[in-house]
């Protein structure tokens, strides 16, 4: 018989155990890729880009973004530290290894020729067992207990640049998390918008400081302004203070000199009135998202009024949140009711930019992080550690206050929790968990390992002591290299990226695993499903 053709001429097809094969081996690899950055010991990535721009990280998350990936399964563990970023803002590392080693242990049990069903549904049973599993080592704190916050913020941060000035970070962290927390009908919320982070070069790290307000991004508008308002009544406008302009095109004829006279009083007087309409509302500060008439800044300052110009809208609504004022649209509306107070607004050079430093603000429920460091790629990778450990915190306080030991304490748990679940079970199942509960090890055996520390004498040491009756909380101490009580010596996490990280591992693994069909069209999607290149990898733009 002929054959016949259904798909394009540039099309290719892997079905069946081949499709599994490559789809498995992308995910694997990309696991591998970032399994070297989990832990306090994890080591660095240097990623650059085509036009030579370097970023220096061991965040999980920053690394696969910037690494552009192709593979359409490779993808899917992209996309589930995306998920964990945007759910906790940390534990994206670990969500991936987890799927990485869920991969790796369902590949051995391909190879035994279990079907591929038989391991969805044991990894989906044990899934929701490990769900329960957390659900019980978790403990509850107060979520106003700040020496556990700062804990939790330390743990977050350990491993990374920020590390030095660690303690100092978490207090500041700490102490804006509880500033833009509010509760409403005995529901906590929190917005981390309003939580804004500036970073600027120079100095040290230990020159961090909390501002209780906002820090702009510009300067006064004219040099004759003061440059320190005390007391503060800033009025926040999103209204252009220039001569009005008509929405359509329009003539004016002017025929004669007093004609021209005539319309030139008019303007200025139009120009006075916004000016008198400033005054009016008290106000000695003015932030403007538009224009301001070059006669209208020399009017304020002749008035000794502070004003800026061109304000992100962003920082608007975070000035209104900062100051418990209110943006006004028209000026002739303004009222005394709607400025805002902070105690002090003065422009500074940090970094060799002038800002503006909205500062003592009386209840701010929008205060800045400004970050400082001797380079850009320290800098950033701070910022990168104090978002995660942000995220840590805002995750606890908003789950009720629900932690539990970290060191890989909890993985070795859940394993040997598995373990006995499994031995419950009768039929094929039951190798899916059991492999799934060995899954589970891979995050104490990469701590041990980035720590340079035997990973064998790491795990028989932590199965003896989870056999005891106080020893769940016991993992890995990669300083000390020996097994102890996390909780402790302070390592503790937010119950959430534990469940986060396991649902969002296992999700994708079982996607992968349901793949049995790989169509592609076009020669890059070709060579992408063609699987790995000679360095065993998937294939990656950069």
């Known amino acids: 018989m002929q054959p016949i053709y259904i798909l ?11 499709a599994q094969k490559m789809n498995i081996a992308a995910g694997i690899a990309v696991a591998e890729t970032v399994r070297t950055t989990l832990g306090p010991k994890g080591m660095d990535k240097m990623l650059v880009d085509s036009l030579g721009d370097i970023i220096i990280t061991n965040d999980g998350v920053t690394i696969l973004e910037e690494m552009q990936i192709n593979h359409p399964a490779a993808k899917m563990l992209v996309e589930v530290s995306k998920t964990q970023d945007q759910e906790v803002g940390d534990g994206t590392t670990t969500a991936v290894v987890i799927a990485g080693e869920l991969l ?3 590949e051995q049990l391909l190879e035994k020729n279990i079907h591929p069903t038989i391991i969805v549904n044991g990894y989906r049973m044990a899934s929701l067992k490990a769900q329960e599993i957390l659900e019980s080592l978790s403990e509850k704190i107060e979520i106003n207990n700040k020496k556990i916050l700062e804990k939790i913020a330390m743990t977050a941060m350990t491993g990374k640049s920020a590390e030095m000035a660690r303690e100092k970070l978490a207090k500041i962290l700490v102490e804006a998390i509880g500033s833009i927390t509010e509760s409403r009908d005995k529901t906590v919320f929190i917005d981390r918008e309003s939580l804004k982070i500036e970073k600027k070069t120079g100095g040290k790290i230990d020159d961090s400081e909390l501002i209780k307000g906002i820090i702009i991004d510009k300067e006064r508008i004219h040099p004759d302004m003061p440059r320190i308002v005390e007391n503060a009544k800033i009025l926040l406008l999103d209204q252009a203070l220039e001569a009005k302009e008509t929405d359509t095109d329009t003539q004016i004829r002017i025929t004669s000199p007093e004609q021209l006279q005539a319309f030139m009083e008019q303007e200025e007087r139009a120009l006075k009135k916004m000016v008198e309409d400033v005054l009016k509302t008290g106000a000695n500060v003015i932030f403007c998202e538009k224009g301001i008439e070059d006669s209208i800044q020399y009017m304020l300052s002749r008035k000794g009024i502070f004003a800026s110009r061109r304000v992100k809208r962003s920082d608007m609504e975070k000035l209104a949140k900062a100051t418990a004022g209110k943006i006004v649209n028209k000026i002739e ?8 107070f902070a105690g002090i607004v003065e422009q500074k050079k940090i970094g060799g930019e002038e800002m503006t430093f909205v500062e003592k603000c009386k209840h701010p429920k929008s205060v800045t ?5 001797g380079t850009e790629h320290v800098i950033d990778e701070i910022e990168r550690a104090v978002i995660d450990a942000a995220g840590d915190v805002i995750s606890v306080i908003k789950d009720g206050g629900k932690i539990i030991a970290g060191g890989g304490s909890a993985e070795m748990e859940l394993s040997k929790q598995l373990m ?9 199942e039951q190798m899916a968990i059991k492999s799934y509960a060995m899954a589970m090890e891979v995050i104490p055996r990469t701590l041990a390992e980035n720590a340079g520390i035997d990973a064998l004498d790491v795990l028989t040491s932590l199965k003896t002591r989870h056999d005891t009756k106080d020893g769940k909380d016991f993992g890995l101490n990669v300083f000390t290299g020996k097994t102890t009580d996390m909780k402790s010596i302070g390592i503790i996490e937010p119950l959430k990226i534990k469940t986060q990280a396991i649902s969002g591992a296992t999700e994708a693994t079982i ?3 349901r793949i049995d069909d790989v169509i592609a069209r076009g020669k890059e999607s070709m060579q992408n499903q063609r699987g790995m290149n000679n360095q065993g990898m998937p294939p990656m733009d950069m």
């Open 420 to 428: 006995k679940y499994s031995n419950t079970l009768s039929g094929r």
């Open 104 to 106: 790796k242990q369902a």
């Open 511 to 513: 996607m992968i695993l």
């Open 369 to 373: 992080i400004l970050l400082r460091g």
């Open 8 to 18: 394009p001429e540039d099309s290719s097809r892997n079905t069946g155990r081949t």
């Open 333 to 340: 509306e303004a009222e005394q009711k709607d400025l805002g």
